[in-house]
């Protein structure tokens, strides 16, 4: 008897669990020959507001770690997606990648999390400031994340695309919430995979999988996600998105794929500047 393949089922990945879309839709991935070879959950506004729920419950203990932790975590997916490189090839491969240029992208994702893991303990000092004053005060400026992070990942990148956008967010404590590309989402789903076995806290990182015509506006407009990351080009989608995220006076960034560059965790992070006085003790010296 001929064995039948079981097929994977790619789910949507909300609060470090992997449930199907509320609404039991999918949509069908074809090959370029036109076959089908995968189903995918096609993410609604409910999904995306459970999303935000759990990225918005991980912020106070995600941003509280230590910067070595979340460095030692971040090179933990790095070494969990090394030991899995086969499983991703197989997936670029049957997305329409030549073998080749799969390798490169496994390789080039490897590469992004150690170089944005090595930036997570050295951000603050580069982007950190003590400012001269004209008053008794020491004034200091520091960066703090903002906090909850929407990212519509790069439409014509699979898992180099994806690594790139959540990396520099997570990197500088924020929480995210991304919708992976449409025509290449296989190795998003899988990825979270990974992310479930790095350390990562539950909540930290959430992938949904789905439309971006549906789902943009729901995420420029929800009231409790601070920033969006945008990967695109379209003038009406990025003219949207800052029109509607007015509502909440919400942070619109857009990025580029190909660039490791530590002022993208910047892009992600608030500037606080505190004011200490500069009391004197007696007449002898000044103290504080």
């Not at 036109?34 to 935000?52: E, M, P, Q, Y």
């Not at 190795?187 to 076995?197: G, L, M, N, P």
Request: proline letters at 4%; hydrophobic letters at 40%; one cysteine or more.
């Amino acid at each position: 008897m001929k064995r039948v393949e079981v097929l994977k089922t790619y789910k949507i990945f909300i609060g470090g669990a992997f449930p199907r879309t509320e609404s039991g839709r999918y949509y069908p991935l074809l090959n370029k020959q036109g076959k089908t070879i995968a189903n995918i959950c096609l993410s609604s506004k409910k999904d995306l507001r459970n999303a935000v729920v759990a990225a918005r419950n991980a912020c106070a203990g995600w941003a509280a770690k230590t910067a070595y932790n979340r460095s030692q975590i971040l090179y933990r997916m790095a070494e969990m997606l090394e030991t899995r490189k086969a499983q991703f090839a197989d997936e670029l491969l049957k997305q329409g990648f030549a073998k080749q240029q799969a390798e490169k992208e496994i390789i080039a994702s490897i590469d992004r999390l150690i170089y944005y893991a090595g930036w997570c303990d050295k951000y603050m000092q580069i982007y950190s400031s003590v400012n001269p004053v004209a008053t008794s005060h020491f004034n200091f400026s520091l960066p703090e994340p903002m906090g909850v992070v929407g990212i519509l990942a790069p439409e014509n990148s699979s898992l180099l695309g994806l690594i790139s956008a959540i990396t520099p967010c997570v990197a500088g404590g924020n929480t995210c919430v991304v919708l992976a590309s449409y025509t290449l989402p296989l190795c998003a789903i899988s990825f979270a995979e990974v992310i479930q076995c790095s350390d990562v806290p539950a909540g930290v990182i959430n992938i949904l999988t789905g439309s971006k015509k549906e789902l943009l506006e729901h995420f420029s407009n929800h009231m409790d996600i601070n920033a969006v990351v945008y990967f695109d080009n379209k003038y009406e989608e990025l003219k949207k998105l800052k029109t509607q995220a007015a509502l909440n006076v919400k942070r619109i960034v857009t990025q580029t794929l190909n660039d490791e560059d530590p002022y993208k965790i910047l892009d992600l992070q608030e500037i606080k500047t505190t004011w200490h006085p500069i009391e004197n003790i007696g007449s002898g010296g000044g103290g504080y």
